[in-house]
Every structure is written in C-alpha cells, then in structure tokens.
C-alpha cells in the first residue's frame, strides 16, 4: 500500500491530551493541523503512517482509540455532491492508479465513512458509490463483515490553509479525505474505534457493552461452562452478559441483582463486600471481572489480593476509574500495583468506557499455584 506522512487519530472527547501525547511518543515531531470534532484529529508526521501503525501493533496505545491514513484529499464546492463526485474522481485515469496500486485484487475490502461538521450527507450515502468505483477498478470484491482492506473516507470542512492544494480564499470548504489500510494497522476493525452492539430484550445496563468489547477486543478466551467471579455485580450486566455465556456465576455484592438473574439457578447471589468475602472460605475461579466504582488504586489492590482465587489458566477483566486530572500517575501507578500479581495482557480506553480503561490480567505464578488444579486444555 502507498504510504503517506498524514494520520487521522480518533480518542475519547475526554482524553484528548493523553493520546496527543501517546502520539508524541512514537511520532515526536508531529504537527496538528485540523480537528475535525473533538476526538478526531489529523496529524502531519515526520515519518510514515505505516512506521507509527507497526509501533502501535507491538504495544497497543490505551487512549488512540483508531488510525487511518489520510493519502488523498478532494476538495467539495457542493458537499451534497461528494457521492458522485468521489466516484467520478476515484475512477478518473490520473487516481485510479491510487486505488491499483494500494489494494490486493485477492483480498476483500470494504469502505468505512465518516461526516462531520453536519455536512448534509450521511456515510451510507457515501459508502455505495465509493464501494463501487473501487470495485470497478481494481476488480477486488466487498466484504463488510470481514474485510481485509479498508477505504476510510472522512468528509469535514476545513480551513483553506489547512492543506496544501485547497483552494484559495476565505472561510472554509468541505474536503473529503481518503486513505487505505489494514484493520490491523488501524486499531480497530470500527470506523473511528466506535464497536455497536445492538441493544438487546432484558439488557439491564449499558455497561454489558463494555464487557463485550473487552471480551472482542482482547480476544479472551472464555471457557466452555467456566466459572466465574462477579465483584461489585449489582445490579447484573456482567453478570447477564457471562451467564449468556453459558458461565456459572458467583455475584457479590451488598446490594439486590435484577429479579430475572436472582431466579436464575446458575448464579449464586453471596449478599456481602468483595473484602469480606474474601476473607472466608472463596472458591477458586477461570475468570474474575470487577467493574465497580472506586479509586482505581484501590481497585488494582483489591484485584491482587483476589490472585489466589484464580485458577493458572484464569484471568482478569476490570475497569479502572480514572479522576479528571492527574490520571497518567493514577494509571501508572495502578498498573504498577497490577504487576504484584499480574501480567498486564491489554489496556484500551475503550468506545463503551468513560472516564475509566479496561485492563485484560493473567495471573503470575504465586505460592497458591503448587495446589494440584486442572489445566486449562486449550494451553
């Protein structure tokens, strides 16, 4: 694929200056030039689109949320007119060698779109013309569900000095940015990062998104009728979304879970705190989650004392709770609590997380190990 200096990064509107600094790392000499809408940003590197991707695919950044490259952008005098005029220009004879040269003929791809700026189009509206003329030059074939390239188009108004080639004078005009990619280097299968799911009969709260998320994300291995530990579990997302599963849930918490999982034979409702239950006699675990609300310091404490309770197959998926400020040195030093007992497996400030990150553990070796357990068969 062609490469090019330009990235377009998107973050949560709240965590902002963590990813510009997340970017800085690996791009120091980076220069801003738009945002488009809080948490969507173009950048101009000092190296390559595909050098910053390869950085990121060793060691994930937590707030980038998603990349793409930016390898062409067109300027739109009537901004309802982008379908026909990216088309039309994507086909014409001095781009098409754009599209030849940057897309496998062998490998499906689809076109994910942005708008911004309440530009009087939708991406729908955008994703079939471009689809097409794609199609039609380079011969590949679409593939939404599972592609293997992607055309990230992303349609704002800018100001004319933005970018080079844009036309002269003032106020602003519509431009249509294109890139192509791998999802891969794009770090997340989602246009913008953004994962939906759609909302479900007797979803009980929308923070079963985040573990869902987690779950596809970190591509966390859940075992056939495992059982898990549900810290903070009131009033029963998680719980919900682990027994749909097909887990056996222990769910602890002061407080009432919904009536539909209370009936629920599968899920053993201990009514007390994450520390007093501890301090009995706790089983052992192939998963623990804990997505309650406290001082994300606190929590990671919380979570090392609970290494004992998991199998040395098991693992970890919590939520850290970040403050409005200061959070690098709250996350660096709950993540230097975690590591007492933990591998740190992943780490994203997710689409469905707020002011928090969610934390994928496996489990260090530790004097509860030399009891005989099962193993895990899939290791």
Not at 60 to 71: E, G, N, W
Not at 203 to 225: M, W
């Amino acid at each position: 694929m062609a490469d090019t200096p330009y990235l377009l990064l998107t973050c949560d509107d709240g965590s902002v200056d963590l990813a510009r600094a997340e970017l800085k790392k690996v791009a120091p000499a980076s220069v801003e030039l738009a945002i488009l809408t809080p948490g969507v940003m173009l950048f101009q590197l000092r190296r390559s689109f595909s050098a910053v991707a390869k950085e990121w695919a060793k060691k994930s950044p937590i707030f980038v949320r998603h990349i793409c490259p930016v390898h062409r952008w067109l300027p739109l005098d009537n901004a309802g007119d982008a379908p026909q005029l990216l088309s039309t220009w994507l086909a014409s004879d001095s781009n098409s060698s754009y599209l030849v040269d940057s897309i496998d003929t062998a490998l499906p791809f689809s076109v994910q779109s942005r708008v911004f700026d309440n530009l009087p189009i939708k991406p729908f509206d955008l994703n079939r013309p471009v689809s097409e003329a794609v199609a039609g030059v380079t011969g590949a074939t679409l593939d939404v569900r599972s592609p293997q390239t992607i055309v990230s188009v992303a349609c704002a108004l800018f100001e004319r000095s933005a970018l080079p080639g844009l036309p002269a004078g003032g106020g602003q005009v519509a431009v249509a940015l294109l890139g192509i990619s791998t999802p891969a280097e794009n770090l997340s299968d989602w246009a913008g990062g953004m994962r939906r799911f759609a909302r479900e009969e007797g979803q009980l709260s929308r923070a079963e998104f985040k573990l869902l998320e987690a779950i596809e994300v970190f591509a966390i291995p859940i075992p056939a009728r495992g059982v898990v530990l549900d810290l903070g579990a009131a009033p029963g997302g998680w719980t919900r979304v682990l027994r749909q599963l097909d887990q056996y849930v222990t769910a602890i918490d002061p407080a009432e879970l919904d009536p539909r999982l209370a009936s629920d034979p599968i899920v053993r409702h201990i009514r007390t705190t994450a520390e007093s239950y501890l301090a009995g006699e706790p089983d052992r675990f192939d998963i623990i989650v804990n997505d309650m609300r406290m001082d994300a310091r606190d929590s990671a404490r919380l979570m090392v004392s609970f290494v004992g309770c998991l199998y040395r197959h098991g693992c970890v998926v919590m939520t850290l709770k970040l403050p409005e400020t200061k959070r690098e040195p709250v996350l660096d030093q709950s993540f230097a609590i975690l590591r007492e007992a933990y591998s740190i497996e992943g780490a994203r400030q997710l689409f469905h997380n707020r002011s928090e990150v969610t934390v994928y553990l496996r489990p260090l070796p530790h004097e509860g190990w030399t009891k005989p357990e099962p193993e895990d068969p899939s290791l």
